[in-house]
């Protein structure tokens, strides 16, 4: 019989090394891999062999949801992705934009991003010389000739539907643009995941998504990830941007996106179906002067939508008819929606952008995009749809009218 092992050592070590056929994903909560002899260690050092060293490098958690990420992003198509999660939204933002880019290059985008975005591109990659120009993607000539005109821009960045104004942007137009000028380009596809657009198949290089938002769906963690066509050839280069800036996905959070992903159609069809609810009682009600939601015929970017979206999505925003000391009253007033500075949860959120989200973001780029002091933005849940309205019929009856 084998001696054993003390106490401590038994506490410690995991007495099972094998691979056991776990149905569900197995959790791998560790920093390291252990190698069984130097020569295995060394093989995989030297890239000889592929193999996990630590989980700041890659996970097998991580990897899998990083596979079943890719498949989707491309699904339906011959296109091949990979995909890199990360810690946040933001840090896949700022880990792509720092592989691709170096000082002296210039980023086209438009004024109505993600509010941690504008300040990113201004504050962070600016301080790097990485300067931001902020165009209306909207006019493809205008593109077309800025990028004609300007050696410097050497990529566009791109969300559509845009936050908070719902806008969108023609995807395989822009897409083509960019190719027709040797131009990078990157979409923020967070407010569609895969399930409801697949920009890659309209001819963009690269998606990020936070995958706070709807992959998790439940608003249990925070995560992002990176996802690009393989033939770009930037796996490597990125991964290593990740791995030495630590911007790595931790095991539990993937994790926690595996589990979201599972119901991702199932709620994105509901997200869908409450929030084409929701927007027609908005457009209908006397308070309201506008709603922003792409699945309205009136919203002027809906034919866009439609050809590009396989659904609206579950975002929608609108400005009441009153100032802003009338519209923060409605704010306080919802009793079933809660005031979170999120979106894509099950719950129904609300949100303020100019006093929250949008609240750094200079004013003058604000009101040039849209972005005013009656608006609010709404991301609805997959709650009973008649519970919804009724809550934003009594939070609208502070306005008279
Ligand atoms: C939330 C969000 C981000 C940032 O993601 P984090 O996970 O919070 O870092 C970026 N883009 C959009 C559209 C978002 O909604």
Not at 214 to 230: F, Q
Not at 233 to 242: E, L, P, R, V
Not at 270 to 289: R, T
Request: charged share 20%; net charge negative; hydrophobic share 35%.
């Amino acid at each position: 019989m084998k001696k054993e092992k003390g106490f401590s050592t038994t506490s410690i070590h995991n007495p099972d090394r094998e691979q056991v056929h776990s149905q569900s994903l197995p959790l791998y909560l560790t920093s390291s891999f252990g190698f069984g002899n130097i020569e295995e260690a060394i093989d995989i050092f030297t890239g000889k062999n592929q193999g996990y060293v630590y989980s700041r490098y890659a996970n097998p958690t991580i990897k899998s949801v990083e596979s079943k990420i890719s498949r989707l992003e491309v699904h339906g198509s011959d296109i091949e992705a990979f995909a890199i999660m990360t810690s946040s939204g933001m840090s896949a933002i700022h880990t792509l934009l720092s592989t691709l880019l170096k000082p002296g290059d210039k980023i086209l985008t438009q004024g109505n991003l993600y509010g941690g975005t504008t300040e990113l591109l201004k504050k962070i990659l600016g301080q790097m010389e990485i300067r931001t120009e902020f165009i209306k993607l909207h006019e493809v000539d205008e593109l077309s000739a800025r990028l004609s005109s300007d050696p410097d821009i050497k990529l566009v960045y791109l969300e559509s539907p845009a936050n908070p104004t719902l806008d969108c942007i023609d995807i395989r137009s822009v897409a083509s643009c960019c190719q027709d000028h040797n131009v990078i380009s990157v979409i923020d596809n967070t407010f569609c995941t895969p399930y409801l657009q697949q920009p890659l198949l309209l001819g963009i290089d690269y998606c990020i998504h936070s995958t706070t938002k709807y992959m998790n769906g439940h608003g249990t963690g925070t995560a992002g990830v990176i996802v690009g066509k393989s033939e770009l050839n930037s796996f490597q280069s990125i991964w290593q941007t990740m791995k030495l800036m630590g911007t790595n996905c931790s095991p539990f959070e993937a994790w926690l996106v595996n589990n979201g992903l599972k119901t991702l159609s199932l709620r994105m069809d509901k997200h869908c179906q409450n929030a084409m609810a929701l927007a027609e009682f908005l457009e209908g009600h006397p308070a309201i002067l506008k709603v922003n939601y792409p699945g309205l015929e009136s919203f002027s970017d809906h034919m866009i939508a439609k050809k590009q979206m396989k659904d609206f999505g579950g975002m929608l925003s609108f400005t009441v008819d009153a100032d802003l000391s009338s519209t923060l009253r409605v704010m306080n007033q919802f009793q079933l929606c809660s005031m979170a500075p999120t979106l894509g949860d099950t719950d129904t959120l609300v949100l303020h952008p100019t006093t929250s989200s949008h609240l750094n973001v200079d004013p003058a780029l604000r009101t040039e995009f849209g972005i005013s002091d009656n608006m609010i933005r709404v991301s609805v849940g997959i709650e009973d749809i008649e519970d919804i309205i009724e809550d934003f019929k009594q939070a609208l009856d502070v306005i008279q009218k």
